[in-house]
Antibody, heavy 116, light 110 residues
Framework: EVQLVESGGGLVQPGGSLRLSCAASGFAFSNHWMHWVRQGPGKGLVWVSRIKDDGTYATYADSVKGRFTISRDNAESTLYLQMNGLRAEDTAVYYC?????????WGQGTLVTVAS | QSALTQPRSVSGSPGQSVTLSCTGTSSDVGGYNYVSWYQQHPGKAPKLIIYNVNQRPSGVPDRFSGSKSGNTASLTISGLQAEDEADYYCCSYAGNYLDVFGTGTKVTVL
């Protein structure tokens, strides 16, 4: 059974940093592209970033480019999202998702709140 | 990377059919056959229900169907059931390994 478990969310001040993790199990992690998607409180889904299966290529939404960095450790089957320069509008539940014919599996999300 | 446009809400009675639209541009919906749809119940993670415009993952009822015409994709739910009440989001590949979601539609079963 595919499992994706996000962690690392919490309260952070504007301008601060946070690193999210997504522990994967139940599938061959190193064979799949992975994504981060976020959802602000009461708002819709927003695609954030994707990373190639071997970690050599990544893309970002314009809203986070230059501030967020996606990475992965295939030996540990873990996906990361380093978030710097956080803003109030980054407040959201952050989901990691496995790509297989679209976003086939999702974690339960971790809440990031940016406030002073 | 502008969000795809979806109607805010759609409603129907049990047994009826409803169709949700998802309008983008020739750079996303119209340019690729990589439109997917996700169902999200309150407090839950999204669930993939349609991929590649009109393909259903195993386990998804055939009441759910997808299509596309030009820059607009559609999701039809036939034989609406109470458990179909949820938020629905479309998503399209937008080139250069970028994706974009729709604004979301709340489906209410009357």
């Amino acid at each position: 059974e595919v499992q994706l478990v996000e962690s690392g969310g919490g309260l952070v001040q504007p301008g601060g940093s946070l690193r999210l993790s997504c522990a994967a199990s139940g599938f061959a992690f190193s064979n799949h592209w992975m994504h981060w998607v976020r959802q602000g409180p009461g708002k819709g889904l927003v695609w954030v970033s994707r990373i190639k299966d071997d970690g050599t290529y990544a893309t970002y939404a314009d809203s986070v480019k230059g501030r967020f960095t996606i990475s992965r450790d295939n030996a540990e089957s873990t996906l990361y999202l380093q978030m710097n320069g956080l803003r109030a509008e980054d407040t959201a539940v952050y989901y990691c998702a496995r790509e297989e014919i679209s976003l086939a599996d999702w974690g339960q999300g971790t809440l990031v709140t940016v406030a002073s | 990377q502008s969000a795809l446009t979806q109607p805010r809400s759609v409603s129907g009675s049990p047994g009826q059919s409803v169709t949700l639209s998802c309008t983008g541009t020739s750079s996303d919906v119209g340019g690729y056959n990589y439109v997917s749809w996700y169902q999200q119940h309150p407090g839950k993670a999204p669930k993939l229900i349609i991929y590649n415009v009109n393909q259903r993952p195993s386990g998804v009822p055939d009441r759910f169907s997808g299509s596309k015409s030009g820059n607009t994709a559609s999701l039809t739910i036939s034989g609406l059931q109470a458990e179909d009440e949820a938020d629905y989001y479309c998503c399209s590949y937008a080139g250069n390994y970028l994706d974009v979601f729709g604004t979301g539609t709340k489906v209410t079963v009357l």
